[in-house]
T-cell receptor, first 114, second 111 residues
Framework: NAGVTQTPKFQVLKTGQSMTLQCAQDMNHEYMSWYRQDPGMGLRLIHYSVGAGITDQGEVPNGYNVSRSTTEDFPLRLLSAAPSQTSVYFC?????????????FGPGTRLTVL | GQQLNQSPQSMFIQEGEDVSMNCTSSSIFNTWLWYKQDPGEGPVLLIALYKAGELTSNGRLTAQFGITRKDSFLNISASIPSDVGIYFCAGQDSGTYKYIFGTGTRLKVLA
């Protein structure tokens, strides 16, 4: 199993550009989520999904969209990038939503918005 | 947003020493996870705890789920250079099932 994969690993955008961060998992996990990590802070939840076709907002959803058309993929879209979105983005998945579930993380995407 | 209080923020220790770090919360959690993050990588799960009072080991690592369900600690015994990294705790909120992360403990081991 490849686990959780993310592409690209690095990305530089100009303010106002749009892009999609890709996330895929091959573990048949129902639950997937996106976090951002900023210096001196823990990971903050952006959006999450408890299954194909179901998404919900996390702690810091503004400026980001998600969709979940398949169990395997959970892309994160930046509609109009802003410098405040410069961060490291992590995708995570777990078997299901609820108790007794371990989250596994991808390697991250390092995004810089100029 | 809600975050856990994780301490210490950073530690410099000599190789061979034991290390202890902890997380506390004002909320009750039903799961505690401990992760290690190496530079440029994603967090890697070290230990998962599911029951209050549970004590779990993984090699030189030992973690406990506090009796009050509001805290957890991680101990590393006989530290080695490859223990260097950032350690994060994460608690799963018992109402929303969302994971909330601590701000991390940065560990440096001096040979």
């Amino acid at each position: 199993n490849a686990g959780v994969t993310q592409t690209p690993k690095f990305q530089v955008l100009k303010t106002g550009q749009s892009m999609t961060l890709q996330c895929a998992q091959d573990m048949n996990h129902e639950y997937m989520s996106w976090y951002r990590q900023d210096p001196g802070m823990g990971l903050r939840l952006i959006h999450y999904s408890v299954g194909a076709g179901i998404t919900d907002q996390g702690e810091v959803p503004n400026g980001y969209n998600v969709s979940r058309s398949t169990t395997e993929d959970f892309p994160l879209r930046l509609l109009s990038a802003a410098p405040s979105q410069t961060s490291v983005y992590f995708c995570a998945s777990s078997y299901s939503w609820g108790s007794y579930n371990e989250q596994f993380f991808g390697p991250g995407t390092r995004l810089t918005v100029l | 947003g809600q975050q856990l209080n994780q301490s210490p923020q950073s530690m410099f220790i000599q190789e061979g020493e034991d290390v202890s770090m902890n997380c506390t919360s004002s909320s009750i959690f039903n799961t505690w996870l401990w992760y290690k993050q190496d530079p440029g990588e994603g967090p890697v799960l070290l230990i998962a705890l599911y029951k209050a009072g549970e004590l779990t080991s993984n090699g030189r690592l030992t973690a406990q789920f506090g009796i009050t369900r509001k805290d957890s600690f991680l101990n590393i015994s006989a530290s080695i250079p490859s223990d260097v990294g950032i350690y994060f705790c994460a608690g799963q909120d018992s109402g929303t099932y969302k994971y909330i992360f601590g701000t991390g403990t940065r560990l440096k081991v001096l040979a």
